[in-house]
């Protein structure tokens, strides 16, 4: 029920901004995630990411506020080990790199109040996490030889943050300043839902056999982002 309220309001409020268009921007930015309340008693490793974002326009006096997508992937566990081929082949040498890793998909809102050099803002999103664990094999110097998703599970999450964006600098072509680029810094915070998952030794090899201790937990994260954010200026025409 509150997927569909939010839609519908964003569905209604980009309908009736359409005619103030005046820009477009794209960021991307680094990550450190931190596992909160039941999710960090399973997990004690600090997060190391990267993000995407697209947002639909530039905020402006008249509607200070933007509508747009963030993707985000953060790595949460990892190892690495040697093993033999095969038993038949016990000369070469395979390595087998194991990653826990989280991918975010949200919708977003943007509320940004004040526009100049240094932009205070808000934001809003709404989305979901698809956590997995992911085995590699390959040879040195090789790409992967083999690779298998041991563990995936979904997990619904909503959240706000909270930064501010300091301009660096703007280009200019036959439109005056085609472009500006800003420093992007923010914190957020996602209530992520229950989900299962693999965690740092929850996969044990027994002989040939391959025993998974699943961890079960609400979700919740805390994420620092530090990147970029370009504006590219009236691509809609406008003032």
Do not use: C
């Amino acid at each position: 029920m509150r997927s569909k309220i939010f839609l519908i309001i964003l569905i209604a409020l980009i309908g009736e901004s359409t005619n103030y268009l005046s820009a477009q921007s794209a960021g991307v930015n680094l990550l450190l995630g931190f596992p909160m309340n039941e999710f960090k008693d399973n997990v004690k490793r600090t997060g190391l990411g990267a993000g995407l974002q697209f947002l639909l326009w530039n905020p402006i006096r008249e509607y200070p506020y933007t509508f747009g997508i963030n993707i985000s992937y953060i790595n949460y566990g990892w190892g690495s080990r040697s093993e033999p081929f095969s038993s038949t082949v016990p000369d070469v040498v395979v390595n087998v790199d194991r990653t826990n890793n989280i991918i975010n998909f949200h919708l977003m809102s943007q509320i940004m109040p004040i526009q100049g050099n240094v932009r205070p803002y808000l934001e809003l999103l709404l989305g979901g996490s698809y956590i997995y664990t992911q085995t590699n094999v390959y040879s040195s110097g090789s790409e992967d030889a083999a690779s298998s998703t041991n563990f995936s599970d979904w997990a619904w999450n909503y959240g706000a943050g909270g930064g501010f964006q300091i301009k660096l600098v703007s280009f200019n072509n036959t439109v005056e300043k085609a472009a500006s680029v800003f420093l992007d810094f923010k914190v957020r915070y996602l209530n992520g839902t229950a989900a299962e998952y693999l965690k740092e030794g929850s996969v044990i090899i027994n002989h040939d056999q391959v025993i998974y201790q699943v961890s079960k937990s609400k979700t919740d994260l805390l994420t620092v982002n530090l990147g970029a954010v370009v504006y590219f200026n009236h691509l809609f025409g406008g003032e």
